[in-house]
């Protein structure tokens, strides 16, 4: 009795891990999910698009033309005493003709000026004080730029996409890049990327469409005071303008007084803050 009770007990427990053995497979069949099929398969995620490829196409296509204009609005972050910050205005139009014609037109809270490359020379006129100066630069663009930045320390904003050397003075500058994701400026859908550098974080979202323009622009000075930004919606873009000689041409209006650029090397003066409050409150 002993022995078949003994090999009962075996059978029953043999039978019952079987069973348990056969029930978890039939349930792990169960569980596994069915193979993808090929439509599935078509809508799996695209690789993430590259940020660099997309800013080098943008600089590829402005490169590409001849001549064009747009117009920018500008918000510009001013630093006070305290961390404290307010925002001014600026509307800027500019004009482009290659290889050696540009002008700025800039009309804001705190500034009312315009920028002249003719070929020849730079002039940059102050509408407020009604005075200008120029100076003699190289017949191109991207050299007339780089004398005035270089020598007398004078930059005017989105100049830089009049360079055909875009591409290379964006790059050489750029630590690290990320593609944010996609989202619409003004109704157009865009390409939100951002890059940072040792000073500056640069955000700029380009037209997703048949022309990779720029439509915003926001840069970010991270190593000042209260990291101020700089904010631009581009739009207006044409590129088959009528672009003659006389609008790159600077005419002194009446009265108006002729002064000398000041080389950086010679200049020792403090940065000064905004040359007149036409808006906003104490600061």
């Not at 320390?153 to 593609?179: C, M, Q």
């Not at 000042?224 to 672009?243: G, I, M, V, Y």
């Not at 609008?247 to 940065?271: D, H, N, Y």
Request: glycine share 6%; with cysteine; net charge neutral.
């Amino acid at each position: 009795m002993s022995k078949r009770f003994l090999v009962g007990l075996v059978c029953l427990a043999f039978w019952a891990l079987t069973g348990s053995a056969l029930s978890q497979q039939q349930q792990q069949k169960q569980e596994a999910p069915p193979p993808a099929s090929p439509a599935e398969k078509a809508t799996a995620p695209e690789p993430e698009p590259d940020p660099l490829q997309i800013l080098h196409k943008m600089c590829d296509f402005l490169k590409s033309q001849q001549q064009f204009t747009y117009k920018a609005e500008v918000a510009d972050d001013q630093v006070f005493y305290g961390g404290k910050k307010l925002q001014y205005e600026i509307d800027m139009e500019t004009f482009v003709r290659r290889p050696d014609r540009l002008r700025v037109n800039a009309e804001g809270d705190l500034i009312d000026k315009q920028f002249y490359l003719d070929g020849k020379t730079m002039t940059l006129y102050d509408k407020d004080r009604n005075v200008y100066g120029t100076l003699e630069v190289p017949p191109d663009i991207e050299s007339a730029l780089d004398k005035a930045n270089k020598e007398f320390g004078v930059r005017v904003a989105l100049t830089d996409l009049a360079s055909p050397n875009l591409w290379e003075f964006l790059d050489k500058r750029i630590k690290h890049s990320l593609y944010v994701g996609q989202s619409k400026i003004r109704g157009v859908l865009c390409h939100h990327l951002s890059f940072d550098g040792d000073e500056v974080q640069f955000q700029v979202w380009i037209d997703a469409g048949d022309q990779p323009l720029p439509r915003k622009v926001v840069l970010t000075h991270k190593n000042l005071p209260a990291s101020p930004q700089w904010t631009a919606f581009l739009s207006d873009w044409n590129f088959s303008p009528q672009l003659n000689d006389n609008l790159f041409a600077f005419t002194p209006p009446p009265g108006a007084e002729k002064i000398k650029f000041i080389p950086v090397q010679a200049s020792q003066a403090p940065k000064q803050g905004p040359e007149k409050k036409k808006k906003g409150g104490k600061s």
